[in-house]
């Protein structure tokens, strides 16, 4: 078989760990199977180099950034490869522009391109094992960029597609994807098998286990993903295309994401091109729009309340102020709020399962818990609430649609 194991910065976050690494991939390559091992940097070093480059400069250049923090992960390429070869094994490390990851030019937050796996290919024909660098390439003109915040999931999971592999194994802290993030809930429970899309929902509403990319990449390159701790052996959590069985499970997870904030701009006039015109100087300035909801029109005037991550809630503010003055007083009428927190609950049986959102809502509302906005898709129900009861609302609803229970023992809704 082929087999890409990435590894992610706990993983690999002590000497002690990059050889029990070591030790991890050479059993499998000595088993009969090509090995590439994809690697991020030491835990916490990204976040130190970041702040590194805040020192320097409070609004540091997006080019600058990703040249400092690329190199987490050259260090780490470096050491597991020579950890490998202290045991006898025989590596080859790779940066990310030595395999041709070829991006395009948006800086913290590229996109891959495509990969020379011919590279890679000849590593195994000479029977070494390839590490390659995480969450960076380069693009067209030869800048270094960086794939976003646990961009490293999304280096392996192209890699496993470019090489064709058998599958990704994703290994890290927690034993696979649960039911909701474990060292929030004590009750979540592992999951077996997760559809891609499933997967795609709970990792883009804030459980940090796979980055959104990689599963949007498994999903349309068919690549089967293991998620498995790195610290036992274990069994982890398959994502895969969607089963029968899984339309039986009403939630499969609960998501949280604490970096919510709410802007409404009061009584714009309801006219055509008006939403139009306000979202077009936030489309601009790259700041992403999630929920939107516009109040019934009075008096040909209307309400409209978005949300938008809470780093970018005083420029969103600033850009509406000075992009379009005429449709909200000059800033009179913008209003924001930055404590708040989206609660989501996902799973592909709330097609065919009606009460789920009514049950949702009884669930919070029997803690006191105030919803301030609602959306929905056809397998997500997403609630923005106080930050401060984030923590509760996951706990209440996670257990009160069964998920601390074996699949086979959760009760379903009407
Ligand atoms: P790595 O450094 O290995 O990439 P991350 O910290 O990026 O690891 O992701 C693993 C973490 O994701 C876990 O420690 C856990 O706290 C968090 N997490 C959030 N939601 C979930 C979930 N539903 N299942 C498993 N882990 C989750
Ligand atoms: N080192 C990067 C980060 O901390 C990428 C990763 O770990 O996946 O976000
Ligand atoms: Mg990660």
Redesign the pocket.
Same mark, same amino acid.
């Given at each position: 078989m082929l087999i890409v194991q990435k590894f &992610?910065?706990t993983s690999v976050g002590t000497i002690a760990r990059m050889k029990r690494v070591a030790k991890r991939c050479l059993e499998t390559q000595r088993k009969g199977h090509d090995v590439a091992v994809v690697v991020?940097?030491m835990s916490g070093?990204?976040?130190r180099l970041l702040a590194l480059t805040r020192q320097i400069h409070e609004d540091p250049n997006d080019r600058e950034v990703d040249v400092v923090v690329a190199t987490?992960?050259q260090v780490s390429v470096g050491l597991v490869a020579l950890a490998i070869r202290k045991l006898g094994g025989k590596a080859q490390s790779f940066l990310g522009h030595q395999v041709k990851i070829t991006t395009d030019s948006a800086h913290s937050r590229a996109r891959i391109r495509s990969i020379d796996a011919e590279r890679i290919h000849q590593c195994f024909r000479e029977g070494k094992i390839a590490v390659i660098a &995480?969450?960076q390439g380069m693009d067209e003109a030869g800048n270094i960029t960086t794939l976003g915040?646990?961009?490293?999931?999304t280096t392996g999971v192209a890699i496993a597609a470019a090489l064709k592999a058998d599958v990704c194994e994703i290994y890290t802290d927690v034993d696979g994807v649960y039911t909701t993030d474990p060292n929030i809930c004590p009750s979540a429970r592992k999951i077996e098998r997760i559809s891609y899309e499933e997967m795609l929902e709970l990792a883009s509403l804030g459980a940090k286990v796979l980055?959104i990319r990689s599963v949007e990449l498994g999903m349309k390159q068919g690549v089967p993903i293991h998620v498995r701790s790195s610290f036992n052996k274990n069994e982890g959590t398959w994502v895969v295309p969607e089963e029968k069985t899984m339309e039986e499970v009403v939630v499969a997870g609960v998501s949280a994401n604490r970096d919510e904030a709410k802007i409404t701009v009061r009584g714009v006039p309801d006219q055509p091109g008006v939403a139009a015109r306000i979202f077009q100087p936030l489309t601009e300035a790259s700041i992403v729009v999630d929920m939107i909801i516009q109040n019934v029109s009075e008096a040909g005037h209307t309400d409209l309340t978005f949300t938008v991550p809470k780093g970018d809630v005083k420029r969103a503010v600033e850009f509406l102020t000075t992009k379009c003055g005429d449709l909200c007083g000059n800033g009179q009428r913008i209003s924001y709020d930055d404590t708040l927190a989206k609660v989501s609950i996902v799973g592909v049986g709330m097609r065919s399962h009606a009460g789920v959102a009514l049950r949702m809502f009884e669930l919070l509302a029997k803690e006191g818990i105030n919803i301030v906005m609602i959306s929905t898709s056809e397998i997500r129900i997403s609630v923005v609430i106080d930050a401060k009861y984030v923590e509760l609302a996951v706990r209440v609803l996670h257990d009160g649609f069964g998920l601390d229970k074996p699949p086979e023992k959760r009760v379903t809704v009407a």
């Amino acid at each position: 078989m082929l087999i890409v194991q990435k590894f &992610g910065g706990t993983s690999v976050g002590t000497i002690a760990r990059m050889k029990r690494v070591a030790k991890r991939c050479l059993e499998t390559q000595r088993k009969g199977h090509d090995v590439a091992v994809v690697v991020s940097a030491m835990s916490g070093e990204t976040n130190r180099l970041l702040a590194l480059t805040r020192q320097i400069h409070e609004d540091p250049n997006d080019r600058e950034v990703d040249v400092v923090v690329a190199t987490g992960e050259q260090v780490s390429v470096g050491l597991v490869a020579l950890a490998i070869r202290k045991l006898g094994g025989k590596a080859q490390s790779f940066l990310g522009h030595q395999v041709k990851i070829t991006t395009d030019s948006a800086h913290s937050r590229a996109r891959i391109r495509s990969i020379d796996a011919e590279r890679i290919h000849q590593c195994f024909r000479e029977g070494k094992i390839a590490v390659i660098a &995480g969450f960076q390439g380069m693009d067209e003109a030869g800048n270094i960029t960086t794939l976003g915040r646990g961009g490293s999931d999304t280096t392996g999971v192209a890699i496993a597609a470019a090489l064709k592999a058998d599958v990704c194994e994703i290994y890290t802290d927690v034993d696979g994807v649960y039911t909701t993030d474990p060292n929030i809930c004590p009750s979540a429970r592992k999951i077996e098998r997760i559809s891609y899309e499933e997967m795609l929902e709970l990792a883009s509403l804030g459980a940090k286990v796979l980055q959104i990319r990689s599963v949007e990449l498994g999903m349309k390159q068919g690549v089967p993903i293991h998620v498995r701790s790195s610290f036992n052996k274990n069994e982890g959590t398959w994502v895969v295309p969607e089963e029968k069985t899984m339309e039986e499970v009403v939630v499969a997870g609960v998501s949280a994401n604490r970096d919510e904030a709410k802007i409404t701009v009061r009584g714009v006039p309801d006219q055509p091109g008006v939403a139009a015109r306000i979202f077009q100087p936030l489309t601009e300035a790259s700041i992403v729009v999630d929920m939107i909801i516009q109040n019934v029109s009075e008096a040909g005037h209307t309400d409209l309340t978005f949300t938008v991550p809470k780093g970018d809630v005083k420029r969103a503010v600033e850009f509406l102020t000075t992009k379009c003055g005429d449709l909200c007083g000059n800033g009179q009428r913008i209003s924001y709020d930055d404590t708040l927190a989206k609660v989501s609950i996902v799973g592909v049986g709330m097609r065919s399962h009606a009460g789920v959102a009514l049950r949702m809502f009884e669930l919070l509302a029997k803690e006191g818990i105030n919803i301030v906005m609602i959306s929905t898709s056809e397998i997500r129900i997403s609630v923005v609430i106080d930050a401060k009861y984030v923590e509760l609302a996951v706990r209440v609803l996670h257990d009160g649609f069964g998920l601390d229970k074996p699949p086979e023992k959760r009760v379903t809704v009407a």
